[in-house]
């Protein structure tokens, strides 16, 4: 039975929150492979919303299990906040939600430090959540990090919790000139965490492979985009894990041989939250509409996402790094308005054009747009039930950023809720 991974492709806030929703309908399990609580997947189920952080949309299932893999880096105040949510909200998360033992946790001087690191850059500051993911990954990498299996051997726990503390207020102290953690208080917050997030702790590596063994349907899925991928995105305007679909390999330990299809989620326009170079930009009423009627607001933090034209040069990009073989393609109804619509075809950069994607930060800054412009549709296409439905136009623009990218679209949304998705092509 296939196992399916489902990536943004542009800078996250593409909308996956909802197509993996869509997608849980057929599968069996939804496991999150990276990323942490910064993450965020707004779900609407008739007149309610759902916003998810650390939990797999799929939790809004009946009988699905959820897995958040090794990958991810865990804040359990946050986790088990979740939990609360949606058990208020009657979603049931006893025996169907795991969490990897070997996920890293996140701790109170890793959200210290990214705070105050972040303060110090001034014009360079990345536009970090503030939540400690950077700082904890660095710890990951640097083998210093404390794992959710750490919880549960005291004497390790607070061996580890000791030196890092230690370690940590040095930086704190001197080089941020802010008051020192103190580790008997962390000690005894994370050991009152310990209890309540036993139940949920499993081997995952080991589920998520069974369940591949067993036949069953594995939906794969990643926060942020592609281009927020450390190694392939905007770098250093990045997120501090593997967002591509190589991630989810190694974030919770299988084999790539075992996934069937890459699944590409793209925004019939382009945004992207924090710094860094966005070439399509809209600083303009254009952009401000886009922003408004697409409510561009961070689900995890509120904040204001940078709106510009679809960039096709982006979305080739993140296919070939991720081998798409088909897109989900969202809020093709926030163009509903435009009069006429552009598509970034090429970059313009000294005197040439680009029809790759530059690594070169440099480069990138310097590059403006090529478009090629056409004519908006100027209705409604909100809940449109076919393909035919839709306005001639708006088929036209579907078709030619299916020209542009080399991607079919298998699912179109055309509005925020569950019914308004037009599956083209069971991705299962």
């Known amino acids: ?150 919880l549960f051997d005291t004497q390790v726990f607070r061996e580890k919790l000791e030196k890092n503390v230690e370690d940590m207020n040095f930086f704190l102290e001197n080089l941020y000139k802010t008051e020192p953690l103190k580790a008997d208080t962390i000690y005894a917050e994370y050991q009152g965490y310990a209890e309540k997030i036993a139940p949920f702790v499993a081997d995952t590596t080991a589920m998520v492979n069974k369940h591949i063994a067993d036949g069953k349907k594995v939906l794969l899925e ?19 894990s593997s967002a591509a679909a190589g991630g989810a390999c190694t974030g919770l330990g299988i ?26 930009e809209l600083n303009d009423e254009v952009g401000k509409g886009l922003q408004d009627r697409g409510k561009e607001f961070g689900a995890t933090t509120g904040r204001a996402r940078r709106c510009g034209w679809f960039d096709a040069v982006v979305v080739k990009h993140a296919s070939m790094i991720n081998g798409f073989s088909g897109m989900a393609l969202t809020k093709l109804d926030v163009l509903d308005e ?42 409604n296409t909100v809940g449109a039930m076919s393909m035919a439905g839709l306005p001639q136009e708006a088929k036209d623009y579907v078709s030619l950023l299916t020209d542009l990218t080399g991607l079919p679209v298998d699912i179109l949304s055309t509005g925020p809720r569950r019914e308004e998705t037009l599956v083209l092509k069971t991705s299962f």
């Not at 939990?55 to 009988?63: D, E, M, R, V």
């Not at 985009?225 to 250093?236: A, E, K, Q, R, S």
């Not at 084999?255 to 399509?280: F, H, M, Q």
């Open 1 to 150: 039975m296939p196992c399916i991974v489902v990536v943004g492709a542009q800078w996250g806030d593409e909308g996956k929150g909802k197509i993996i929703d869509i997608l849980t309908a057929e599968a069996d399990v939804v496991a999150r492979y990276q990323g942490g609580h910064n993450a965020g997947h707004t779900v609407i189920i008739g007149d309610e919303k759902f916003v998810l952080h650390l939990i797999p949309s799929g939790i809004l299932h009946g009988g699905k299990t959820c897995i958040i893999g090794n990958g991810v880096v865990v804040d359990p105040a946050a986790f088990l906040d979740e939990v609360e949510e949606l058990r208020q909200k009657g979603i049931s998360v006893a025996g169907n939600l795991f969490v990897s033992k070997s996920a890293h946790l996140i701790m109170p001087y890793h959200r210290a430090l990214d705070k105050e690191s972040e303060k110090t850059k001034g014009t360079k500051k990345i536009g970090t959540t503030g939540r400690g993911i950077g700082p904890t990954y660095s710890d990951k990498m640097a083998r210093v990090g404390i794992r959710i299996s750490d």
């Open 222 to 240: 990643g926060a942020q985009g592609t281009m927020l991928d450390v190694d392939h995105g905007t770098y250093p305007f990045v997120t501090s």
């Open 255 to 280: 084999s790539p041989v075992k996934i069937d299809k890459v699944l590409g989620v793209v925004k019939a326009y382009t945004t992207r939250v924090g710094e860094g170079p966005l070439v399509t």
């Open 338 to 379: 435009c009069s006429e619509i552009k598509v970034c075809t090429a970059y313009k950069y000294k005197g040439g054009e680009l029809s790759e994607f530059p690594s070169e930060l440099h480069v990138l800054e310097q590059c403006e747009p090529v478009y090629k412009t056409v004519k908006g549709w100027r209705k």
